[in-house]
C-alpha cells in the first residue's frame, strides 16, 4: 500500500479499508490444535559464513523452554512492563526469541521495519519508549551517535550478539547512557541465548575499569544450558580456570542436536549429543564465558596461535578507527601473519604507522599485524556479522611486506 517511505497514497479509489482494531474485535476466538511438544514450530538457517547455511528446527518444547529462560532475571528479564525492540530479523534465530518473549509477558513488541539507519532505531528507542533494545555491534555502532543529547531514560538494557562487542563501544554506551552493552553469547543451534554477561553482585563492587574488563566476556552459562570446554578433536575436558582453553561445546533442552536432512551435521554434532560451536574458549569456576576466537579465524603464526578477535577490539580502541577486521595471510616463514583491514571515521585522517605504533602498545611484538589495509566497509553476513570469509577471498593473494 506504500512505496517503502511510509507514505499511504493520497489516492485510495478502489481500494477496500478497514479499521486494525474493528478487525481484531470482529475475529473469532483461534482454536489451536494440540501437538506432540516436540513437533517441529519453526525453522531458521545458519548465516553460511563458511558454507551453505544449515537447517535448524526449534520445537515447540524447545521454544517455550528458551521463553521461558529469556523471561528470567539472568537470561533477559522479560516482563510485562518491556517494550521490547529487536533489531534483528526473524530469520536469525527468530530474532533472538525476542518475539516470543515479548507475547508470553504480554510486553509491547517495537518491530523496525526496512529502516536500520542508525537515526531511524535511535527515534524507535526515544519515541517508542524503548526498555530493551537488542542487536548487532554494527548495529549500536551507527545508533550510539544518534542518541546523544536525547532522552534515552527508558532503556533498561541493551542486549548484543552476533559478534564480541568491543570494549570501546560498551564504554561509549554506558558515559553516554548511562547503561553499557549487555554482551550475551549464542548461536542458531542454541535457539539461541545461551550466556548472558550479567555481573555478579560482588563485580558490581568493583571499579569501573575493571567492571569493563569483564564486560568483554559473553557471560555466565544459562541455566538450562550444559557446557563444556575440550582440547580440539579430543573429548578431553581442560579445567574451568578461566586461563586453559579449547574448544566450547554445548547441549540441552534448548540447543539442537542435528541439522535439517544436512549430511554435515556429523560434523558439529558429536556422537553422545555435543554441539560443536566452533569457538575457541576458556571458563572460569563461576562459569563465566571468555571466547577467544572462532576456530576458523585463529590465526596460525610460527607455534603460536593469535587470537584476531583481540586485536580488533584493541583496533576499535582507537577514536578515529570505526571498523577492523583481522585475517590470516600467508607466509613463507610463520605460516600465517595478522593483516588488519580497517575503516577509518567519516573524515578521520590516520597512517599505517600510526595504527601499527597504537596496537603495539597494547599486545605482544609477535601478534601486533604485518600489514594494515584500508577499506571503505568491512562486508557484512545477512545477519550484520563481520564477513571474514569474503575478506580472505579478498586479500587471498596479498602479499605482505615481511614476506
Not at 582507537?318 to 590470516?328: D, K, M
Request: hydrophobic share 40%.
Amino acid at each position: 500500500m506504500d512505496d517503502g517511505k511510509g507514505e499511504i497514497p493520497a489516492d485510495l479509489a478502489g481500494i477496500p479499508s478497514y479499521d486494525y482494531e474493528e478487525l481484531l474485535a470482529k475475529a473469532a476466538p483461534a482454536q489451536f490444535k494440540e501437538v506432540p511438544e516436540n513437533t517441529a514450530a519453526s525453522m531458521c538457517y545458519t548465516s553460511g559464513t563458511t558454507g551453505n547455511p544449515k537447517g535448524v528446527v526449534y520445537t515447540h518444547r524447545s521454544t517455550f523452554l528458551h521463553t521461558m529462560a529469556t523471561m528470567m532475571a539472568d537470561g533477559l528479564g522479560v516482563s510485562e512492563r518491556d517494550s521490547i525492540l529487536p533489531v534483528v530479523p526473524m530469520f536469525h534465530a527468530n530474532s533472538w526469541g525476542l518475539a516470543h518473549a515479548a507475547v508470553a509477558a504480554g510486553a509491547n513488541l517495537v518491530m523496525p521495519g526496512p529502516d536500520l539507519s542508525g537515526k531511524a532505531v535511535a527515534d524507535l528507542i526515544v519515541n517508542e519508549k524503548v526498555t530493551i533494545a537488542a542487536g548487532v555491534p554494527t548495529i549500536w555502532m551507527g545508533v550510539l551517535p544518534e542518541l546523544k543529547g536525547r532522552d534515552t531514560s527508558s532503556l533498561r538494557v541493551i542486549p548484543c550478539g552476533g559478534s564480541a562487542v568491543p570494549r570501546a563501544l560498551s564504554e561509549a554506551y554506558r558515559e553516554q547512557t548511562g547503561l553499557p552493552i549487555l554482551q550475551a553469547w549464542g548461536m542458531t543451534e542454541t535457539s539461541p541465548l545461551a550466556a548472558v554477561c550479567h555481573l555478579d553482585s560482588d563485580q558490581l563492587m568493583l571499579d569501573i575499569d575493571a567492571q569493563a574488563n569483564l564486560r568483554t566476556q559473553v557471560g555466565r552459562i544459562m541455566f538450562g544450558v550444559e557446557c563444556r570446554v575440550v582440547e580440539p578433536g579430543t573429548a578431553i575436558s581442560v579445567p574451568w580456570d578461566g586461563e586453559s582453553s579449547g574448544e566450547l561445546q554445548c547441549r540441552g533442552n534448548w540447543i539442537a542436536s542435528t541439522y535439517y536432512n544436512d549430511e554435515r551435521a556429523g560434523e558439529s554434532f558429536t556422537e553422545d549429543g555435543w554441539l560443536r560451536t566452533g569457538d575457541v574458549a576458556a571458563v572460569d569456576a563461576r562459569g563465566r564465558i571468555r571466547l577467544l576466537d572462532r576456530t576458523k579465524d585463529l590465526i596460525k603464526s610460527g607455534g603460536e596461535w593469535i587470537s584476531s578477535v583481540e586485536l580488533e577490539n584493541e583496533l576499535m580502541a582507537h577514536p578515529l578507527i570505526r571498523e577492523a577486521a583481522v585475517i590470516g595471510v600467508l607466509h613463507p616463514r610463520w605460516s600465517e601473519r595478522p593483516l588488519a583491514c580497517v575503516v577509518l571515521e567519516a573524515g578521520a585522517t590516520l597512517s599505517k604507522e600510526e595504527i601499527l605504533e597504537f596496537i603495539s602498545s597494547k599486545v605482544a611484538k609477535w601478534q601486533v599485524p604485518d600489514d594494515v589495509v584500508f577499506i571503505d566497509e568491512v562486508p557484512k553476513t545477512s545477519v550484520g556479522k563481520f564477513s571474514k570469509k569474503t575478506l580472505r577471498e579478498r586479500f587471498e593473494n596479498y602479499q605482505l611486506p615481511t614476506a
